[in-house]
């Protein structure tokens, strides 16, 4: 694994590369060479769109948000200066794709890439690879733009949600049988993810199982309490800069961001907080619109309050700071001391809302 280290502020377009290579030199009547693996056979691109490093296990991050990702950095090569050239999907695929800077490939809103600007899939292509791509939603991700050029398949998907990812196990599948029928057989697969990108219009937070948008916020909120703000991607800057932000607004935008939408209660004990004063935090929060309610079809008693693509967008901004200064405040302590000494928190922090 290489660590050299990297600023867990930037944010990246995290890719994971993983080969899969078989077969192994003859024996001989000498004595056995040392077993040299044949060139890599497949090849798997994955994209996840816009998922910052700083909210990666595997970069440092201490919850536990990426286990696959983070099992696979595990056993293979995690690349940590690793920086996308340009912040915006279209540019910035164009560039992985080609290896060029977005100047040389010249993609944009109004045009494809330069015709001649090669691509990871053609060069494949050309060397008897069978290439395919499935992508996530997003006008930005069309082939249009060069993105198609060497793909003999190229899908566009029609969810946000990952776990509606049929049509690239299917095709696994097929190449994994005619793999089997021709060892000859070689494939490139391109499988891009728009989960956790945030825009507008964009469903945010992302879709997540119940389980997983339900874990974090219970680490701030204690039960029977919810918090609320509302405004743009730029009100916790703004009190942030007038010293009117509180440790609320911040502890809700952060479990907000990792659980997905929640009603008051659950936000309540998630960071603590009796309802009465989350209800106060939940109404300036949404009317700078960082926070929406919307009835829960359920019990419709209550709101379920979820994070616009402003909030989402500031919670970003803010928070890999205030984590690297808990974690290096942290540091000293062993993993065992850290997990006490949140149990102690909490405890304490009931304690003064009883």
Request: aromatic letters at 8%; one cysteine or more.
């Amino acid at each position: 694994m290489v660590r050299n280290g990297g600023s867990d502020e930037r944010r990246i377009l995290l890719f994971v590369l993983f080969f899969v290579a078989v077969g192994w030199l003859g024996c001989s009547s000498e004595p056995p060479a040392p077993a040299v693996p044949e060139a890599p056979r497949h090849l798997v691109l994955i994209s996840v769109d816009t998922l910052g490093a700083k909210h990666v296990g595997a970069y440092g991050y201490a919850r536990d948000t990426s286990r696959a990702i983070d099992a696979l950095a595990a056993r293979g090569v995690l690349f940590e200066n690793a920086y996308t050239q340009q912040v915006w999907t279209l540019t910035a695929h164009l560039s992985l794709m080609t290896g060029l800077h977005p100047q040389a490939h010249g993609a944009s809103e109004q045009r494809a890439a330069w015709p001649a600007a090669p691509t990871l899939a053609a060069t494949l292509k050309g060397a008897g690879f069978e290439t395919a791509a499935f992508t996530g939603v997003g006008g930005y991700m069309s082939p249009r733009f060069g993105l198609g050029r060497g793909f003999e398949r190229y899908a566009i998907g029609k969810t946000h949600d990952a776990r509606d990812d049929g049509r690239r196990i299917a095709w696994l599948r097929a190449q994994a049988k005619r793999s089997a029928a021709d060892p000859g057989h070689r494939f490139f697969l391109f499988a891009h993810y728009f989960d956790v990108h945030s825009d507008v219009g964009t469903e945010v937070p992302y879709v997540a199982p119940e389980a997983d948008a339900r874990r974090y916020l219970d680490e701030v909120l204690p039960p029977g309490d919810s918090w609320q703000r509302s405004g743009d991607t730029d009100l916790l800057i703004e009190l942030e800069k007038s010293g009117e932000a509180t440790d609320r607004d911040r502890a809700v935008l952060e479990a907000l961001y990792h659980s997905g939408p929640l009603s008051q209660k659950e936000i309540g004990q998630k960071i603590l907080r009796s309802s009465g004063n989350i209800t106060m935090v939940i109404d300036n929060l949404e009317k700078t619109g960082l926070v929406r309610r919307e009835r829960n079809e359920a019990d419709r008693r209550f709101f379920i309050v979820h994070l616009t693509a402003k909030g989402d967008n500031l919670i970003n901004k803010i928070f890999p700071p205030h984590a690297a200064v808990i974690a290096k405040d942290l540091g000293v302590l062993t993993a065992a001391e850290q997990n006490a000494l949140g149990s102690l928190c909490k405890k304490l922090g009931r304690k003064g809302e009883s």
